[in-house]
């Protein structure tokens, strides 16, 4: 099979022969545009997209069909059509109220904002026409671009960005976004309800808006730029300050300006999507656009069938070669932007002690269990941060490499000793774990069985509870678990709230001074060094805390048939972001 390097590796050559001068990258992977949120997903099973590799690496690249002449009937006779496979979206499909990474998924393809993510995760203005900061880095003045339509034909304006302001800002508002940490003017006494205008947001013209915060950081411009453009006429026309509750009878029928407007939704099947011909980047060059669901059990039947052109696989040797052998199928496999991980309750005392936590990642067997699902696919972490990202470091790292021996040791060390029956107990308490795992997940079918007689060997006894995902979510949210099974997807900018005291993402009970200092050293710095030093000093402290049993870091893939062209996906950016330049060929 044939292997050309993509985008994505010209970019990590070129940053590794120039000086990286800036960073303006935001978060915006799987959370709310505008909004520095990871996702947790239910089985693994993070958002990124593609990474080409050269030099051998077999298990990254952009690997092209060997055989497009056995191209089936099924896709060949689809001219105007691409259908892309996917989970089944919830049909919430609103900007701001979005709930799952595949609602989100038509979102990114209705509506657009000021800025868009480039394939390094940094951005590039998109409806904007420049973007314009104050010295003090507290106004930015942002220009629509000329003659943009919403796909019902009237025109877009400032007035329709000021308005999303509102909505994020409004009392009732319960998305997922925290516009807050933003910290526009006169936004919380919006909230409060003390005022009727957001004092901070000046509109100028039809194609100018200023807004003023005050408190800067380095994601300010990012976070502002990607608040999605949410017309006014359709979405405003019935709004009461404080009462948001009508808005939920628009979700499955959008408004947006751009490349493509929801035809029909069908729940469970699919969702129809017809080009903007008046897209203000041009119109897209495939008319028709359906998002079909499918499963695990069915994407590659459905692949192979023609029925669906493009869909992400679970990426496994098996099925890497399964694809392959159908002979007409591009594959495009590159490291996820996220990782997997076990939690742990930190408000159970035994949680608490810092070398109890370092016990059970020495006394796990991580490479054993990344060999077993991923092969070569797949790799074990020791920080909570994709080796893509520019805030990596591997520098003062422990790599916790699997020592029973060690483990033991620190157990020892933090008082639990072992009792008659094999198993350590401290002040009359047994060390017993109840780990919580979602069923017909292929990690916890591995990670379990080895979980569990490595920690039999420690005089830990491991007792495992299969549910499914929304379970385990609530028993974290109500605090009653011992250990969880989960994975986050990141997003380009490293800020975020997963290991902050209090953090909106941190379920956990987690608590580091040090590790909030240097979060929050790293989002108030301006300059790129000042950033990647803080998040340095952030890395090391988790890294020794051990918050969580970092696992891995997999390949995603995607297989895609290879009549589609230009189909752009990277580690930071969804399919979705550049479908107006897919081709058909024909």
């Known amino acids: 099979m044939r292997k050309r390097m993509s985008l994505w590796l010209v970019i990590m050559l070129l940053a590794i022969t120039t000086v990286l001068a800036a960073c303006s990258g935001g978060n915006s992977e799987a959370p709310q545009e505008g909004e520095k949120v990871s996702q947790e997903a239910p089985n693994g099973e993070e958002k990124d997209n593609g990474t080409s590799a050269e030099g051998g690496d077999e298990s990254m690249g952009y690997f092209e069909a060997e055989s497009p002449e056995k191209n089936v009937p099924t896709a060949l006779n689809r001219k105007d059509t691409l259908v892309v496979g996917m989970t089944a979206p919830k049909g919430v499909f609103n900007p701001f109220y979005w709930q799952t990474g595949y609602d989100k998924h038509v979102v990114d393809t209705v509506?657009?904002?000021?800025?868009?993510?480039?394939?390094?995760?940094?951005?590039?203005?998109?409806?904007?026409?420049?973007?314009?900061?104050?010295?003090?880095?507290?106004?930015?003045?942002?220009?629509?671009?000329?003659?943009?339509?919403?796909?019902?034909?009237t025109p877009v304006t400032v007035k329709d960005y000021a308005f999303a302001l509102k909505v994020l800002h409004d009392k009732s508002y319960d998305g997922q976004s925290d516009i807050h940490k933003v910290n526009i003017k006169g936004g919380k006494e919006y909230y409060e309800g003390k005022a009727d205008e957001i004092s901070g947001v000046k509109i100028i013209d039809d194609h100018n808006i200023e807004i003023e915060v005050t408190e800067p950081n380095a994601m300010t411009k990012d976070e502002l730029g990607t608040i999605y453009f949410f017309p006014e006429h359709y979405y405003g026309k019935d709004y009461k300050q404080g009462d948001l509750e009508y808005m939920k009878d628009l979700h499955s029928k959008p408004i947006g300006s751009g490349q493509y407007s929801v035809k029909s939704f069908t729940p469970g099947q699919e969702v129809v999507l017809e080009a903007n011909p008046d897209y203000h980047l041009g119109a897209p060059k495939i008319k028709n656009l359906i998002f079909k669901s499918t499963t695990a059990e069915t994407k590659m039947a459905m692949l192979k069938s023609g029925e669906t052109d493009v869909d992400e696989v679970t990426v496994?040797?098996?099925?890497?070669?399964?694809?392959?052998?159908?002979?007409?199928?591009?594959?495009?496999?590159?490291?996820?932007?996220?990782?997997?991980?076990?939690?742990?309750?930190?408000?159970?005392?035994?949680?608490?002690?810092?070398?109890?936590?370092?016990?059970?990642?020495?006394?796990?067997?991580?490479?054993?269990?990344?060999?077993?699902?991923?092969?070569?696919?797949?790799?074990?972490?020791?920080?909570?941060?994709?080796?893509?990202?520019?805030?990596?470091?591997?520098?003062?790292i422990e790599l916790y490499d699997f020592n029973i021996d060690k483990a033991n040791q620190l157990l020892d060390e933090a008082g639990w000793a072992k009792g008659a029956d094999g198993i350590r107990e401290k002040d009359g308490i047994k060390f017993q774990i109840n780990f919580s795992a979602t069923a017909d997940n292929e990690v916890v079918d591995a990670l379990i069985p080895v979980m569990t007689q490595n920690y039999q060997e420690l005089g830990i006894k491991v007792t495992a509870e299969t549910l499914d995902f929304n379970a385990i979510m609530d028993k974290k949210d109500q605090g009653n678990f011992d250990m969880f099974f989960a994975a986050w997807g990141l997003t380009p900018d490293p800020d975020s709230t997963v290991y902050i005291t209090n953090g909106a993402q941190n379920d956990v009970g987690y608590s580091n001074k040090m590790v909030d200092q240097y979060a929050k050293e790293g989002l108030a710095a301006m300059e790129l060094e000042g950033r990647k030093e803080a998040y340095k000093k952030m890395y090391q402290e988790i890294n020794k805390d051990v918050p969580a049993i970092l696992v891995y870091q997999r390949r995603d893939m995607w297989a895609i048939n290879s009549r589609v062209k230009n189909m752009e996906i990277s580690p930071y950016k969804d399919f979705t972001h550049g479908l107006y330049k897919v081709e058909l060929e024909q």
């Open 111 to 153: 509506f657009d904002a000021f800025l868009v993510v480039k394939d390094d995760g940094t951005y590039e203005n998109r409806l904007a026409e420049k973007i314009e900061v104050s010295e003090d880095k507290k106004k930015y003045t942002f220009t629509l671009k000329q003659g943009v339509k919403y796909t019902d034909g």
């Open 316 to 396: 496994n040797e098996d099925n890497v070669e399964e694809l392959k052998s159908y002979g007409f199928l591009d594959l495009n496999l590159f490291k996820t932007n996220g990782y997997g991980y076990i939690a742990m309750n930190h408000n159970d005392p035994k949680f608490q002690d810092q070398k109890v936590r370092q016990a059970l990642i020495y006394g796990l067997n991580r490479p054993e269990i990344v060999e077993i699902v991923y092969g070569q696919f797949g790799n074990v972490i020791n920080i909570p941060q994709t080796s893509l990202s520019w805030s990596y470091t591997d520098e003062g």
